[in-house]
Structure formats: structure tokens, C-alpha cells
């Protein structure tokens, strides 16, 4: 069964970070591009950025440029977000997700708070 | 960055009648012969699902009576019939230039 499954969330305080994982089974996840996106409590989603299968392309959305780290490593079929500098508008939840130019396979999420 | 702009925000649609929901792109997602749309239904709780992507191509394990037609800025999801599982919000969302970008969404209501 192809399954992404996220987790590493949870309560950070604002200035904090937090590295998120998302581990990949029942697919070769090396030959994938991956993604986070995100969704705050109520609202949509929004693209975080991506990673192509041997990690030299990354791509973010601008005004998460400096904050997130996207990583991988394929020998453990794990995708990863390095989070930063966080503040109470990053609290949502963060799911990853496989493929481009579409998205064919969702993880649960895992749900970051941000709050002192 | 490409701005999706969806309409309506929210439906209501009877059992069996048809649901429509637009997506507008501030730009061409069109590249090469290929429109770089995609649909996604996200129901409470649950992660989105894919529905259509590449504007008209139905995913697999996707019902039929989901359709989606476009090009250029003007996209469409047809839902026909309605069925009570499809109380939904949807997506549409751009993948022809990064960032990639999604619609704020339309929430599907059954009357």
C-alpha cells in the first residue's frame, strides 16, 4: 500500500524550531518528487515548497524562502521540513505529498502549534 | 505568482442535479500543448484527494460523474450527478510555474 506518514509535530514556542518527517512506504520514493503543504486552522492550502528525486532542485514559496528546510534522503525513505523562526501564523496542519505536476498521494498530516 | 481565483465560494446542489465550480488563473498555466491544472476534494478530517489533474484527466479509483475542462485561465469541475459523498471542498490548484498555488477553495453543500 503506497503511504506517506507524517510526523514530528507539535507545541513550539514563537522563535522556535521544529523538524517535521514524512515517511514514505510501498513506493520508490527516490524517483519522486515530494512536497509540504500546509493548512492553518479554517482555512486552505498552501504550498510550502518541493524537493525533486535526488534533492538538487528545491523550490520554496518566496515568503517561506528563509524560514523552512526541505530535505530528503532516499536510503530511508523519509522527506523532511526544517522549520525556524517560527511564529503563531505557521501553527496549521503540515501534510507531505507526492508527485508533480500533481499531487497523487497525501499523507495524515502532522499538526504544529505555535504558541508560548 | 499565479492567483487562482475560484467561484462560487460555497453551493448548495440537490441529490442528482450538477455541481460547477470555476477556477480563474491570473496568467496562463498552459505550457506545451498541457494545461497544468489540478482538482482536489478535501472532505473534514481528511487529507485532499486528487480528482482531476492536467485540467481534464480523471485520477484512478475516481468516479466518472467528475469532469474538469479548460485552458489557458478558465478552468472548470463538473460534478454530475451529485451524490451525498461529495459534501466537499475543492481545489483547484496550478502547477505550470513555482510557486505553485491553490484556489482559496469552494465549499459543496447538498441541499
Known amino acids: 500500500e503506497v503511504k506517506l506518514l507524517e510526523s514530528g509535530g507539535g507545541l513550539v514556542q514563537p522563535g522556535g524550531s521544529l523538524k517535521l518527517s514524512c515517511a514514505a512506504s510501498g513506493f520508490d520514493f527516490s524517483r519522486y518528487w515530494m512536497s509540504w503543504v500546509r493548512q492553518a486552522p479554517g482555512k486552505g492550502l498552501e504550498w510550502i515548497g518541493e524537493i525533486n528525486p535526488d534533492s538538487s532542485t528545491i523550490n520554496y514559496t518566496p515568503s517561506l524562502k528563509d524560514k523552512f528546510i526541505i530535505s530528503r534522503d532516499n536510503a530511508k525513505n523519509t522527506l523532511y521540513l526544517q522549520m525556524s523562526k517560527v511564529r503563531s501564523e505557521d501553527t496549521a496542519l503540515y501534510y507531505c505529498?507526492?508527485?508533480?505536476?500533481?499531487?497523487?498521494?497525501w499523507g495524515a498530516g502532522t499538526t504544529v502549534t505555535v504558541s508560548s | 505568482d499565479i492567483v487562482l481565483t475560484q467561484s462560487p465560494a460555497s453551493l448548495a446542489v440537490s441529490l442528482g442535479q450538477r455541481a460547477t465550480i470555476s477556477c480563474k488563473a491570473s496568467q496562463s498555466v498552459d505550457y506545451d500543448g498541457d494545461s497544468y491544472m489540478n482538482w482536489y476534494q478535501q472532505k473534514p478530517g481528511q487529507p485532499p484527494k486528487l480528482l482531476i489533474y492536467?485540467?481534464?484527466n480523471l485520477e484512478s479509483g475516481i468516479p466518472a460523474r467528475f469532469s474538469g475542462s479548460g485552458s489557458g485561465t478558465d478552468f472548470t469541475l463538473n460534478i454530475h450527478p451529485v451524490e451525498e459523498e461529495d459534501a466537499a471542498t475543492y481545489y483547484c490548484?496550478?502547477?505550470?510555474?513555482?510557486?505553485?498555488?491553490f484556489g482559496a477553495g469552494t465549499k459543496l453543500e447538498l441541499k
Open positions: 490548484q496550478q502547477s505550470n510555474e513555482d510557486p505553485l498555488t
Open positions: 492536467a485540467a481534464s
Open positions: 505529498a507526492r508527485g508533480r505536476p500533481q499531487f497523487d498521494v
